[in-house]
């Protein structure tokens, strides 16, 4: 990997989730020096890699919001660049399910705020074209709301085509690298970090759970990050014809509740709970979580619930007491805080990289343009939709690697276990493989691979 | 140097090379019929592959083998016979009626036979499909990833397994994971199980004794997982009342709760089975679909390997008898699960086709020490029969055939159940 210690950057972005990824590619665009300084040995390992995957249209966001105006355009940049770099994406298409009437008296005034939102293809549907629509839905449907845009995304390739392509623009990656201590002077800010010390002109704060803490060591004390649990479960691939699009809940006084939703690598999930912790690293599932998700998938998609369990697990969300993104840059000292930044991040992503950029740019930091970028990155597809690798005879004629399926149910070949091992940023544990290559995530969770996948891992760890 | 051509033809496609797939080849070889074996492992011999301790082959070779003896015996035994054995070929799809699609180093390729045997075998529900909620660290393990760490032979990263391991249930295979618990210089230190009772072989009983002081928790659930990187205690629930306490461990194996790999028959629009989520198959292990049959584990998750391959021999005849034509199966009526059991394999009685050893196999779902079997054809009893075995869940109950004896083929479902 890179230097561990630049001497001077340009620009330090801090926090290696998605926002964090986008910002540095974005910035690697220009003419200036860039350093990624992520706490965790992977990017991508935190908030970013347990995200329900739904890239949105927005049509729900506060009309005005900044949130509102960079879920939209986020969700068209992202659009065009899943396809430059082959993210999997599915334009799936999403119902709200109304089954009370405060629900379906709200979806008018829903299709109303989606308007204001620049987002003009809601329909109200009656209970019969809901049914038409999603078969399996419980009993009790009353109407429902359509939003075609809504699409599900893989979110871990999504980060991950951030980081290569900042990398392949020249921007250094510091993994495992903690950031403890900030101190600024009149031209250059040090980060003290649990691997020596950086030095950069700009920072940017996206550390996502971790952004007020940052945020602090500026001497701010402008918001709190409270760690929301959000438990998911994700069921057999054998469970997916049951569910076609992804099925939403209607805001209600009953509460946010949960979502069944086809995944890019076609399960079906259903989740999230939603629970405010005070560990910000906890992300055991919990018997009642458990228990409150079936209980509402019982009701929602009955016969989801006679389908195998796949994987339990939780993710925590950075809520913060703001109910809006919050993007503010200090030009004297040379900062940018990105913070606040919920699940609708992943489809921000690349919109919040632009306005930071902007917000840089206006506060004094010169942004020109770097001649002779790289090529868009193009990432190996793990979305069931698209050909894989074990499906083409091209491939596997070229390298018979990719006919050896090392992990079956998820069908994943050694080649791509190899590519996933040797590429510019490769992963240091099961968990960092399996968001690149799908091994081990499957119904099986091991039984048949697990031995062989973990050897892999560890012929790399002598090589 | 040649791949294979985009499409091989054969007599007959084993999907599954492990004791039921293998056998089934062997008994079409002996009576003339070509066979392709697709094993999607690096290796063929399925799960005794993997499996150290003894007690393999008792009632289909008649001896006492370890399991990689056997597994090698019966992957030479269908090499000898003259099977066309493919290892690392994985069936990803269906391609037609009786004709799949594969994945092998050699090329992505179609096998086209005239009948397809589906011996794809069964796997243990690992922590996620049981809903065991909690933290997600290292060192929690189903038996099949242990033994494949420990008898593959590999190196282990993670360290996955430590120095005091918890292990789930107490069916046949929990055995098996104390004895490769010990042979990995790890100590089984508690079993649990739900039941009132722990079943094991009496060539294990002896070995599981031998491991001083494994204390045996009863009527007991683990219901967390905690540890950050790395297990670190469970916290086990007692079922009768409720009352919980937290166990120091670094390893947790959760053995039993099968489940077929069923994937590829449910894929191919067979009829399933809701209780053992395997195909529907009649005594002559057809499935719903034509040519398409079933043998082995597959159909009863986990019978002991030596009757899945028993089934191997015995759908062999019956695959060479369909190859030759001649009359199509009689009507069919259905024998489901009653009260005490779970599922019952076949699930199709067709009185001219007896079931291989002439049993029916059951799961059930709650101890008795001398059950009384009840059979029933819609409102009338058939048959009351005080069974000298037990009936115990974590282990296969048999019954002769004979108990379906006098079922009239258009009097409706028959239901077996504990009286």
Known sequence: MSAAEPALVDVAVIGGGVVGCAVARELAGFDVSVALIEARGDVGDATSKANTAILHTGFDAVPGSLEARLVARGYALLGDYAKATRIPVEGTGAVLVAWTDEERGSLESLRQKAIANGYLDCEILASEAVYALVPHLGPGVLAGLTVPGESIICPWTTTLAYATEALARGATLMLGTRVTGVSVADDVTTLATTRGLVRARWVVNAAGMGADVIDRMYGFDRFTVVPRRGELIVFDKQARPLADCIVLPVPSSRGKGVLVSPTIYGNVMLGPTSENLADREDTSTTAAGMEFLLGKGRAIMPSLLEEEVTAAYAGLRAATEHGDYVVDVDADRRYLLI???????????????????????????????????????????????????YQRADLIESDPEYGAIVCFCERVTRGEIRDALRSPIPPCDVDGLRRRTRATMGRCQGFACGADVESALHATDLA | MTGPPLTVQADVAVIGAGPAGLTAAIGLRRLGVGVVVLEREAEAGGIPRITHHTGYGLRDLHRMMTGPAYAERLVQGAVDAGADLRIGAMVTDWSGDRSVMVTSPEGRWRLSAQAIVLATGARERPRSARLVPGDRPAGVLTTGMLQDVVHGGRAVSGGSIGSRAVVVGAELVSWSAVLTLREAGCRAVLMTTEHERIEAPAALVWAGRSVPGLPVSRRTRVTRIMGRHRVEAVELTRLDTGQTRTFACDTVIFTGDWIPDSELARAGGLDMDPGHRGPVVDGALRTSAHGVFGAGNLLHPVDTADVAALDGRHVAGQVARFLEGGTGPQAATRVLPGAGFAWVSPGLLRPADPPPRERLLLWATEHRSAPRVVVRQGDRVLRRRLVPWPASPGRVFRLPWSVLAGVHPEAGDVTIGLG
């Open chain 1, 339 to 389: 913070g606040g930044i919920r699940s609708t991040g992943l489809t921000a992503s690349m919109a919040l990289a632009e306005h930071a950029g902007l917000q840089l740019a206006g506060a004094g930091l010169a942004l020109a343009p770097r001649v002779g970028l790289p090529p868009v990155p193009v990432l190996p597809n793990i979305g069931e939709a698209f050909p894989r690798p």
